[in-house]
């Protein structure tokens, strides 16, 4: 079973940035899908962002045209780079890897925007 790890969440100013980084234990030679997803207090988890190990991306509209998703498959490693940010994009980020059937979360990293 493959591991997700993330780091790079924290406490940012409403128009500031930050980065999410997600890295598997091991490399994902199959076609694969890699994706982030959000869990505000008191709501359901939400996507956010995905990208196949072709390069394809998908987005919510709530984040299209400030938040960017993207991989390096060398590194196995998916990124989530959130620019903009706004008081509603307060949650628990979640990486998750779809492949060959099979679903991997990570453990989950606070981003809190404050106004």
């Known amino acids: 079973q493959v591991q997700l790890v993330e780091s790079g969440g924290g406490l940012v100013q409403a128009g500031g940035s930050l980065r999410l980084d997600c890295a598997a234990s091991?490399?994902?030679?199959?076609?694969?899908?890699m994706g982030w997803y959000r869990q505000a207090p008191g709501k359901q988890r939400e996507f956010v962002a995905t990208?196949?190990?072709?390069?394809?991306?998908e987005y919510a509209d709530s984040v299209k045209g400030r938040f960017t998703i993207s991989r390096d498959n060398a590194k196995n490693t998916v990124y989530l780079q959130m620019n903009s940010l706004k008081p509603e994009d307060t949650a628990v980020y979640y990486c998750?890897?779809?492949?060959?059937?099979?679903?991997?979360w990570g453990q989950g990293t606070q981003v809190t925007v404050s106004s």
């Open positions: 091991r490399n994902i030679f199959s076609y694969n899908v």
């Open positions: 990208i196949t190990s072709v390069g394809i991306t």
């Open positions: 998750n890897l779809w492949a060959s059937g099979n679903n991997a």
